[in-house]
């Protein structure tokens, strides 16, 4: 075992079953920058829904998959296993679908004061 | 296609074969946060080396397999696809192997000025 300070673990582990709400676990949160385990199992974004969000965020697809769409451009962004996607702060975005089974996990990494 | 600021791309493509040296790729390069991938192709830190750096480090291991081992705590971890470790700034570690074939892909969230 590391020592006690090194915290870790797998961003597979305990994935929840099919539920109403994506969870969301944070693994870092500092200042500048946050660091999340998203699990989606079928939910988007409310119909018209825009996220505008004040932090860059970059995100990167583990498994299953989900389509992104922008308000400028179009027609969406189909995402893999591998997939990132670099959102800069208040580019309009919605998350139009997510697979359900089995479950869509996100790493997004949530950067502000930068 | 998203709008033309939106970047994007995947953390397995265009792989390298085995190499020499590891292939780092920078991702995000801002003041207080870096993000990198890198691929692994049976590198190891050299004999006695330990890193010890001046920024806590975030890292997942995607695909492939590896071992860290870190100077205050024995005997070292082992790590698989969907693993990550937080990696304190100045804590020693070292890698003591990787996978070579398929190879061994990271991504690294280096954090400083936080």
Known sequence: MP???VRHGNLMA???ARQ????????IDR???RIERIVSTGQASPPGFWYDQADDEFVVLL???ARLRFEEGSPGLDL??????EIPAHVRHRV???QADPPTVWLAV???GA
Do not use: C, S
């Open 96 to 98: 139009e679908w997510t």
């Open 3 to 5: 020592g006690a300070d």
């Open 80 to 85: 893999k296993p591998g997939d990132w996607v």
């Open 14 to 16: 305990g994935l929840p």
């Open 63 to 65: 498994t299953g998959a």
């Open 110 to 112: 949530h950067r502000g």
């Open 20 to 27: 109403a709400e994506e969870q969301i676990e944070r693994l």
């Open 31 to 33: 200042p500048t920058v």
